[in-house]
């Protein structure tokens, strides 16, 4: 995120209201990108209910916020079209990543497949990685600080964003009218069971879209990470092989 702006980027826009600078456009050569700052140099705060726009898949999206047990969260998964009308609403189901990945690719729900783990944190491509033996995670080694805060090193939500914590989700689910996926769209996160990517030695499939939904956290737990689950009987914190392939919903760092 870029906090503070030299005239020399761009040209500068200055808005007045009642003879009080309020912002200042900058216009960015050589880029259709227009960031507004105040008069620090500073971008605005972000307000719980505003819209925020960045850059998803290489193509620029906004999403609204909501808020929730004083945290203020994205109003769908990242790459669902729209917000949920129901807990199986396909149009907000979103991708499905595998834990500490970026926004590469790999998580479309279609994309293609490789059996060669990867022992950078950037893989480099956006295959989906399957195959591995024990302890059945993307990368070898292992790295457990990739979702790891705002800012993260693979941080697929944009600046200022994160995965929440599992302490953050075990907080929300709490505070659901009935804790399965009725009382998961009821909230206002509209939450939606979007299934999961799962994998065998053999092949690559999605299982269980309408009936489970299931989030991963940023929290790990030796080999394997935290996420949320629930489905029509109920909701609780689990934990999984950093291979699988489920739902992300950013919140305010």
Same mark, same amino acid.
């Given at each position: 995120? %870029?906090?503070?702006?030299?005239?020399?980027?761009?040209?500068?826009? %200055?808005?007045?209201?009642?003879?009080?600078?309020?912002?200042?456009?900058?216009?960015?050569?050589?880029?259709?990108?227009?960031? %507004?700052?105040?008069?620090?140099?500073?971008?605005?705060?972000?307000?719980?209910?505003?819209?925020?726009?960045?850059? +998803?898949?290489?193509?620029?999206?906004?999403?609204?916020?909501?808020?929730?047990?004083?945290?203020?969260?994205?109003?769908?998964?990242?790459?669902?079209?729209q917000v949920a009308t129901a807990?199986?609403?396909?149009?907000? +189901?979103?991708?499905?990543?595998?834990?500490?990945?970026?926004d590469d690719g790999h998580q479309?729900?279609?994309?293609?497949?490789?059996?060669?783990?990867?022992?950078?944190?950037?893989?480099?491509?956006?295959?989906? %990685?399957?195959?591995?033996?024990?302890?059945?995670?993307?990368?070898?080694?292992?790295?457990?600080?990739?979702?790891?805060?705002?800012?993260?090193?693979?941080?697929?939500?944009?600046?200022?964003?994160?995965?929440?914590?599992?302490?953050?989700?075990?907080?929300?689910?709490?505070?659901?009218?009935?804790?399965?996926?009725?009382?998961?769209?009821?909230?206002?996160?509209?939450?939606?069971?979007?299934?999961?990517?799962?994998?065998?030695?053999?092949?690559?499939?999605?299982?269980?879209?309408?009936?489970?939904?299931?989030?991963?956290?940023?929290?790990?737990?030796?080999?394997?990470?935290?996420?949320?689950?629930f489905d029509g009987y109920g909701?609780?914190?689990?934990?999984?092989?950093?291979?699988?392939?489920?739902?992300?919903?950013?919140?305010?760092?």
């Open positions: 995120m %870029i906090k503070k702006i030299s005239p020399i980027l761009g040209i500068a826009i %200055i808005i007045f209201l009642t003879g009080v600078v309020i912002g200042v456009f900058f216009l960015l050569k050589d880029t259709d990108e227009i960031i %507004i700052i105040d008069e620090n140099g500073e971008e605005p705060t972000l307000a719980c209910g505003d819209n925020v726009t960045f850059t +998803y898949r290489g193509e620029t999206v906004t999403y609204g916020t909501v808020e929730s047990q004083g945290k203020c969260w994205m109003d769908r998964n990242l790459g669902a079209s807990y199986n609403d396909s149009q907000a +189901y979103g991708d499905l990543f595998q834990w500490g990945r970026l479309d729900r279609t994309s293609a497949t490789t059996t060669a783990t990867s022992s950078t944190d950037d893989p480099g491509h956006s295959n989906f %990685i399957y195959g591995m033996g024990d302890p059945y995670d993307w990368r070898d080694p292992q790295n457990d600080n990739l979702w790891q805060g705002n800012g993260a090193i693979n941080d697929p939500c944009p600046p200022g964003w994160r995965i929440p914590t599992s302490a953050e989700w075990d907080t929300e689910q709490a505070s659901w009218s009935s804790r399965n996926y009725d009382g998961a769209f009821a909230s206002p996160l509209k939450l939606t069971a979007a299934g999961l990517r799962v994998y065998t030695p053999e092949f690559v499939v999605v299982l269980a879209a309408g009936d489970h939904g299931i989030y991963w956290s940023s929290s790990v737990l030796g080999t394997s990470a935290y996420y949320l689950i909701a609780s914190s689990a934990s999984a092989d950093r291979a699988s392939g489920m739902s992300v919903r950013c919140i305010k760092d």
